[in-house]
């Protein structure tokens, strides 16, 4: 490498003129690589635009489904110009530590309010005291975090990933009890999401707790696949592999699903309806619910990412100076073949 520097160096320029050029031509490179991309804070507000609008720090976990999509979007079409905020974004690409970083920053940047989707639960109590220190409101959304000290954030928007988990244990008794097969050995798969976040715990316990009461419920396995539609499929074949009957696929999110099913069409297995695997998912995107109109997925756990308004309501009170509640979570349904009709039609993610 020095050779070939003191050569350039010979051949074009003296030294000084060899330096300007690695000082321009090595951060463009970077750049159009996208090599400082891993925290990058997208927009920085300029001061007048801070003295205008409200700013506001969104720390995304990750672009990691198709849920994850349609929440983002959300927050972005409520926290928009028109509606008088400045939205600072940044993916964390599912790295706990980039969001801290990104954390970090809008800190530094002295936001008006941090809203952050924290990808596991633990390790936040030192950030979120950086915050509080500093005197911004966190609002967190979507998974919860797990701090000693309540004070560490403002409120709470999100869904409750116990229920969800629960309402597919529900779903299936009452699917077992119309095929009259409640007395029969069951062999369940579990594909769990991202270990530590809100979503695989709550659906995890939620659904463990309805089949600790049947006996012949078996859950073979209960492994993750992080949400992700590749991750899916390359755990479900493993699970083929391994098992030659399994009668449930309990699935906590759709990506994962449609992983999954890939891996069951090319190892020739059926699938819902009226095949031998029972598919369970959560999330409820329209994907997914079309796949549930054609019988293809047996019932999906609706988890809304609609969260957005709630953001820009919150933010509101709190500018008039108006107490919010310590906790909000959304609304949600059940979809199976029999009423996802009336939903799809309007279903825009
Ligand atoms: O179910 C999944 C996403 O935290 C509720 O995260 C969210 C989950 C959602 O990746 O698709």
Redesign the pocket.
């Known amino acids: 490498m020095k050779k070939i520097l003191e050569k350039l160096e010979e051949v074009f320029f003296g030294h000084v003129g060899i330096c300007i050029l690695l000082l321009c031509v090595v951060p463009f490179i970077f750049v159009s690589h996208g090599l400082f991309r891993g925290i990058e804070i997208e927009q920085t507000p300029s001061e007048a635009e801070m003295e205008d609008l409200i700013v506001v720090g969104f720390s995304q976990l990750g672009s990691?489904?198709g849920?994850?999509t349609a929440h983002t979007l959300s927050v972005q079409e409520a926290l928009t110009k028109d509606a008088g905020y400045f939205l600072i974004f940044n993916n964390a690409r599912q790295i706990q530590e980039n969001q801290i970083k990104a954390i970090r920053s809008f800190i530094s940047q002295r936001v008006d309010y941090i809203v952050f989707a924290p990808v596991i639960e633990s390790g936040w109590d030192t950030v979120l005291q950086e915050a509080k220190d500093a005197g911004i409101p966190v609002i967190i959304i979507?998974?919860m975090v797990n701090v000693e000290d309540e004070s560490l954030y403002t409120t709470w928007i999100g869904?409750d990933?116990w229920k969800e988990g629960e309402k597919a244990g529900k779903w299936l008794e009452g699917y077992l009890q119309e095929k009259q097969r409640q007395e029969e050995e069951i062999n369940i798969i579990v594909l769990r999401?991202t270990i530590g976040?809100?979503?695989e715990i709550g659906r995890t316990k939620g659904f463990e707790e309805v089949a600790a009461g049947h006996r012949n419920w078996h859950i073979l396995e209960s492994v993750t696949a992080d949400?992700t539609a590749a991750k899916g499929r390359d755990v479900m074949e493993q699970m083929l592999r391994r098992y030659p009957k399994i009668d449930v696929l309990v699935s906590?999110?759709?990506?994962m699903t449609m992983g999954a099913i890939k891996a069951m069409q090319e190892a020739g297995v059926s699938f819902g309806e009226n095949g031998k695997v029972a598919v369970i998912s959560?999330?409820a995107i329209r994907d997914a619910l079309e796949l549930v109109e054609a019988g293809r997925i047996n019932v999906d756990i609706e988890?809304n990412p609609v969260q957005g308004d709630y953001i820009h309501k919150i933010i509101q009170m709190l500018e008039k100076g108006e107490a919010v509640e310590k906790s909000y979570v959304v609304e949600e349904n059940v979809f199976t073949k029999e009423n996802v009709g009336e939903f799809l039609e309007d279903r825009t993610y």
């Open positions: 990691e489904s849920w994850r979507d998974r869904t990933a999401g976040s809100t979503a949400f906590q999110n759709d990506d959560f999330d988890c």
